[in-house]
């Protein structure tokens, strides 16, 4: 199985939804993470990169991929979500940064290499 595809599963298994663009965006941002730690600051590398990549802008990806770590939230199981990121979830978000969602990803992604 490809790394691509351990993701995409991963994904699924916390109830991101593909048909959201954000859900493709985390997919690009796992990989990246995965594959090249120098993408470690979002914000001046991977949104641009990903942006780029699938012609939009760089807060739509982040926007975006906050909306789907939201949706997972909303409609995936709590205790998956607080076993995978109970570390990172703040009483008042209620659920980690974007951020933070995409390195413990990468971390877990990793482990299953």
Known sequence: MSIEQLIYRYLLSLRLMPT???FHYLKD??????????????????????AKTRNTTPQNVERSISNA???A???GNVNVLKAEFGETINDNRGKP???????LAADRIRQLI
Do not use: Q, V
């Not at 470690?40 to 949104?47: A, D, G, N, P, W």
């Not at 940064?97 to 390195?103: D, R």
């Open 20 to 22: 959201l663009k954000g």
């Open 29 to 50: 941002a796992i990989l990246l993470m995965i594959n090249d730690g120098r993408f470690c600051s979002l914000k001046h590398s991977i949104y641009p990169w990903i």
């Open 69 to 71: 770590i939201d949706s």
């Open 73 to 75: 939230w909303l409609n």
């Open 97 to 103: 940064t974007n951020k933070e969602f995409i390195c």
